[in-house]
């Protein structure tokens, strides 16, 4: 697609149309206004939260999104799936503060094509942007490097089974019902889960599970 510069002007490439999603305002107008500089970059909306990424997309019908992976409500990866699901056209890109192997699988299955890290350059981010809107994919080399390095999941089965299961206010009881086993096995399970991860509540257990890929 080209756009006219002028009267007896040659074409123009259009500009890639982004929508910019992160919660941290200083993070995403920074980034806004680097991607700016790019004169085949432009930014048409942006989002603090999951929710209010999915408005922009359908509001802007960008090229590509790029996300945050933290957000208040939808994620980057549920947003990113939403995506996929309903707007085939906008390609995603997740960004993460954080090397974790368990979040690159996420946003990969979610229908993620690219994934770069926030300590990248803005430079390294319009390039994989470009890439991304051509059709190819990418991965940030250090998260890929932890990836492969990621060592084996500990839990049993179930004990795995048992960990999907746990939210931020069910008791023992409740998981029990979810998972068809009595309170005391599940308590059972989750103690030697906890343990086998150096962690003090299930919870923690859930996110370091989560963060190495085994959920």
Same mark, same amino acid.
């Given at each position: ?28 107008? @920074? &980034?806004?206004?680097?991607? %700016?500089? *790019? ?48 707007? @085939? ?26 994934? &770069? ?26 998260? @890929? ?5 990621? *060592? ?6 179930? *004990?795995?089974? &048992?960990?999907? @299961?746990?939210? %931020?206010? %069910? ?7 979810? &998972? ?26 859930? *996110? =370091?599970? =989560? ?5």
């Amino acid at each position: 697609m080209t756009t006219e510069s002028g009267p007896g002007r040659p074409a123009q490439p259009a500009r890639i149309r982004l929508v910019l999603a992160d919660d941290e305002s200083l993070t995403r107008g @920074a &980034v806004s206004a680097l991607l %700016g500089l *790019e004169p085949d970059l432009v930014v048409v909306g942006e989002a603090a939260t999951g929710d209010e990424a999915i408005a922009r997309v359908q509001q802007h019908h960008p090229d590509v999104a790029v996300l945050d992976v933290e957000m208040p409500g939808r994620d980057g990866s549920e947003v990113a799936q939403w995506i996929a699901a309903n707007h @085939a056209s906008t390609r995603c890109i997740i960004l993460t503060r954080h090397a974790r192997p368990g979040v690159l699988r996420r946003a990969l299955v979610a229908g993620a094509t690219g994934f &770069v890290t926030k300590s990248a350059p803005a430079s390294v981010l319009a390039d994989v942007i470009r890439r991304v809107h051509g059709g190819g994919r990418y991965v940030d080399p250090e998260l @890929a490097m932890t990836a492969l390095m990621t *060592e084996d999941c500990p839990l049993t089965g179930r *004990e795995l089974e &048992v960990l999907r @299961a746990v939210d %931020g206010s %069910g008791t023992a009881a409740d998981i029990a019902r979810r &998972v068809h086993l009595s309170p005391g096995t599940v308590r059972n399970y989750l103690s030697s889960a906890m343990q086998k991860l150096g962690v003090g509540t299930r919870l923690e257990a859930v *996110e =370091r599970a =989560r963060d190495s890929g085994w959920l």
